[in-house]
């Protein structure tokens, strides 16, 4: 057991000196959980192997699984990167500061402890207030991984990694709730085009109108000719592990219809309650006005919702909104672990801008997913 030091900061008021301790550690090899834009890292510096190897012992995670690094500003990037690509500049202009993670290939500095023995490396320059004071002060590049251990839902609230890593790192700071809530979207900037490797907080729309991509050159997420053709490990060796997962099972509910949303969900849930399993339900406000008008009170999302029938209710955000259910998705998924559920039911949403990464990680978190109505015919996704 490490001795953690924790501190709550302030990310709209806070001064050097809060964070000194933390970027002493940061410089000192050892390890520090900090908070981002889009969900906490579990920080190290990037440039010794043995720090960073103490990230993937407190993580439990696998060592083929590379890290992105984190810079605070453009010159960080050049002990990081050969040559910044035309496109990387490009996206590096337009998205950073921000939730956007660039793929160079990397300089030989990078020890191959955080590339997991690749060519590439992947750069982002957090928003976060906090997070860039911090590695500016720490005055080295800092590999961080999401701050959760390994196949836990990401952290987006300091007390979830208090909750997954206390004890086990050096250091934490709370700094309140992260912004948006998923992870970066991790784009391929090697070549001409932009591959998109992970979806994210930054759209695939956006990207295509920083990068004035005509509609007919439209990145498809995870694949491109170049890689096909080159590669025969798996571009972003981190989509292949299972993610986000509460202790329940979760199995996503889909409708023919966003009309038939509320009776897909009740039809699953009477079918699981009658096989004893306890119920759990996540999701849009939409939906818990039309099923449960009762239960919605003033919507906020913490308030504890249990059916009529029995079934525990937790909210994500509104379908008008999808950043919302970014910004909740994580935290929801983890309110699950405090509670006796047996099965999660989570309602899909369209997958379009957004959409498209809330659903990434849903899946990710998911046994398997079903048209509700069906009740009889699609259970066999279950485990
Ligand atoms: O928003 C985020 O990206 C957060 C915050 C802390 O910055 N970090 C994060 O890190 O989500 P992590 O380790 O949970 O996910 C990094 C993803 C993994 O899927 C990994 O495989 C991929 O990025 N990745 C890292 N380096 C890569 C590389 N050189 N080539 C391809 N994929 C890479
Ligand atoms: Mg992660």
């Known amino acids: 057991m490490k001795n953690t030091l924790i501190s709550t ?14 970027a002493e550690m940061l410089k000192s090899g050892k390890t520090v959980a900090f908070p981002t834009e889009t ?42 990167v050969e040559e910044m690509t035309p496109l990387a500049q490009k996206l590096a202009d337009t998205f950073w500061p ?30 976060h207030p906090v997070a860039l004071r911090l590695i500016a002060l720490a005055g080295v590049p800092v590999a961080a991984p999401s701050a959760n251990l390994s196949g836990k839902p990401s952290p987006t609230r300091g007390s ?34 932009p591959v998109i490797l992970r979806p994210g907080g930054i759209t695939r729309e956006q990207i295509m109108a920083a990068t004035e991509l005509p509609e007919k050159r439209r990145p498809v997420e995870g694949q491109s000719r170049r890689a096909l053709r080159d590669e025969k490990a798996p571009r972003s060796p981190g989509m292949k592990y299972t993610h986000y997962a509460p202790d329940a099972p979760v199995l996503v509910i889909r409708a023919s219809r966003q009309e038939n949303m509320v009776d897909a969900i009740k039809n699953q849930a009477r079918h699981y309650c009658s096989e004893k399993d306890r119920v759990g339900i996540l999701c849009t406000e939409e939906t818990l006005k039309k099923g ?28 008008e ?58 259970l066999s996704g279950r485990s």
């Open 39 to 80: 969900v906490y890292g579990l920080g190290a510096n990037a440039l010794d192997s043995k720090a960073v190897r103490a990230i993937f012992q407190a993580k439990g995670r696998p060592s083929d699984n590379p890290l992105i690094v984190h810079v605070a500003s453009r010159k960080d990037v050049e002990s990081l």
């Open 160 to 193: 979830h990694v208090i909750k997954d890593l206390n004890g086990r790192v050096d250091g934490i700071i709370d700094g309140g709730m992260a912004m948006v809530g998923l992870e970066s979207t991790v784009v391929d900037a090697t070549g001409e085009d």
């Open 98 to 127: 921000g939730p956007l993670t660039i793929i160079q290939k990397k300089k030989s500095d990078v020890p191959e402890t955080v590339t997991a023995g690749l060519d590439t490396v992947a750069v982002r320059m957090p928003s």
């Open 292 to 319: 449960w008008p009762l239960l919605w009170k003033d919507g906020n999302p913490r308030l504890e919702r249990i059916t009529s029938e029995g079934w525990r209710l937790i909210l994500t955000g509104s379908l």
């Open 321 to 378: 909104k999808p950043e919302t259910i970014a910004n909740r998705l994580f935290d929801a998924l983890r309110s699950f672990d405090d509670t006796d559920v047996t099965v999660i039911l989570a309602e899909a949403i369209p997958e379009d801008a957004l959409g498209q990464a809330i659903m990434n990680r849903l899946l990710k978190a998911s046994k398997g997913e079903m048209a509700g109505i069906e009740t009889d015919k699609n």
């Open 9 to 22: 900061i302030d990310a709209d008021n806070f001064s050097d000196e809060e964070l000194e301790p933390f």
